[in-house]
């Protein structure tokens, strides 16, 4: 059962421009989190953003949250050929009460030329 | 540095033949997960333990199953493998998701031809 949606699935930009990357889901939430995965490894925790929270900043990373829209954003500031990977939203769908098991989207590819 | 490690980087199995991807942890980590990754599906979970011997099915649990001796060690075990079992298998472990998020490790790619 796929709880988040990425939007776009593929996104290339050039260095130095912004990525915008958009997530929807479909349940109430404890909270929602952005992975990266380069090609072929494992993915890498980017950032949580709590469903009380509006907005988080890490480094080139914001992050956005309407739960009215049960949507989130995931924008990266003057981006660099390295951070060409996948980036994928994980939801806590409140629906699971054992811990918390995350759900994840499809991903957005981020391809960001030199 | 923390880690989550996975035996195998890749593994090429015959149909029929049962199969062990192994999960180790060194974070003393309470929950572990058996995601699979397919193109245009996305991560779909497998499996997952939220203590020692214990294991609860996830969303696509069939022709699969988990075993949990010990707390840091996780087994994905493919009774009988399928051609359609072919995928990027990836563990994951946490402590307290909701404030950490989990740890994967660096998957295993598993053909099974």
């Known amino acids: 059962s796929q709880q988040g949606e990425e939007d776009p699935q593929a996104l290339s930009i050039q260095e130095g421009e912004n990525a915008t990357m958009n997530c929807s889901y479909k349940?109430?939430?404890?909270?929602l989190q952005w992975y990266r995965q380069n090609s072929g490894r494992g993915l890498v925790h980017l950032i949580l953003?709590?469903?009380?929270?509006r907005e988080k900043h890490s480094g080139r990373l914001r992050v956005t949250l309407d739960t009215s829209k049960k949507s989130s954003s995931l924008l990266i500031t003057a981006s660099r050929a390295a951070d060409t990977a996948s980036y994928f939203c994980?939801?806590?769908?409140?629906?699971?009460?054992?811990?918390?098991?995350?759900?994840f989207g499809q991903g957005t590819e981020l391809s960001v030329k030199p | 540095d923390v880690k989550v490690t996975q035996s195998s980087r890749y593994l090429v199995k015959r149909t029929g033949e049962k199969v062990f991807l192994e999960c180790v942890q060194d974070?003393?980590?309470?929950?572990m997960f058996w995601y699979r990754q397919d193109p245009g599906l996305g991560l779909r979970l497998i499996y997952f333990?939220?203590?020692?011997?214990?294991?609860e099915k996830g969303d696509i649990p069939e022709g699969y199953s988990v075993s949990r001796e010990k707390k840091e060690r996780f087994s994905l075990i493919l009774e009988s493998a399928s051609t359609n079992q072919t995928s990027m298998y990836l563990c994951?472990?946490?402590?307290?998701?909701?404030?950490?998020?989990?740890?994967f490790g660096s998957g295993t790619r598993l053909t099974v031809v």
């Open positions: 333990s939220y203590d020692v011997k214990m294991k």
């Open positions: 994951a472990s946490s402590k307290s998701q909701e404030i950490y998020g989990y740890t």
């Open positions: 974070m003393d980590h309470e929950n």
């Open positions: 349940t109430s939430i404890n909270n």
């Open positions: 994980a939801t806590d769908a409140m629906i699971y009460n054992q811990g918390g098991k995350l759900i």
């Open positions: 953003i709590r469903s009380n929270e």
